[in-house]
């Protein structure tokens, strides 16, 4: 029977993450802990692991994207087997997580004072490009800096 691999809640505060490399292929052999994934969240990179040995059947969330905790991120299974079908489920776990974004208070746009949430992709780029995290818009219904809006800032989209 397929096993299906999910972003896990890993703490209170991180509600989605960002795919980073995928540690094995679609078709190849993972043993049960064996990581299959990278994701960067706003705390820290961690690889997510196989819950189950087999073969991973199917990587379904693509390097770099945005990803909700529960988020189905692959199956795994034998090789001959059916696969189950998923994409409902997951399109219900971004709904629900973007309506929650959308709920979030109207003023999240608007720089703020103290420590800026950001991934570690978005510190470095804002240190490469000399800006103060704090400088950058937080797009609303978020609660952490990503990659795209230190671009964005940088190459002037995002300036106030």
């Not at 969240?41 to 994207?65: Q, Y």
Request: aromatic share 4%; net charge neutral; with cysteine.
């Amino acid at each position: 029977m397929a096993v299906l691999a999910r972003l896990p809640q890993l703490g209170e505060n991180i509600t989605e993450g960002v795919v980073g490399c995928w540690r094995k292929k679609e078709g190849e052999a993972v043993a049960a802990g064996e990581p299959l994934v990278e994701i960067i969240t706003s705390k820290a990179t961690f690889d997510v692991e196989s819950p189950a040995p087999g073969i991973l059947r199917r990587a379904l969330a693509p390097e770099k994207s945005h990803i909700p905790v529960g988020y189905i991120l692959a199956i795994i299974g034998a090789p001959e087997e059916a696969l189950p079908e998923v994409a409902v489920e997951n399109e219900r776990v971004m709904a629900a997580f973007r309506a929650q974004a959308l709920a979030g208070p109207a003023d999240a746009a608007v720089p703020r004072a103290g420590t800026v949430k950001a991934t570690p992709g978005a510190r470095r780029l804002a240190r490469e490009g000399n800006v103060d995290l704090a400088r950058i818009p937080l797009p609303a219904g978020r609660d952490i800096l990503r990659e795209e809006d230190v671009r964005a800032f940088l190459n002037g989209n995002g300036k106030r």
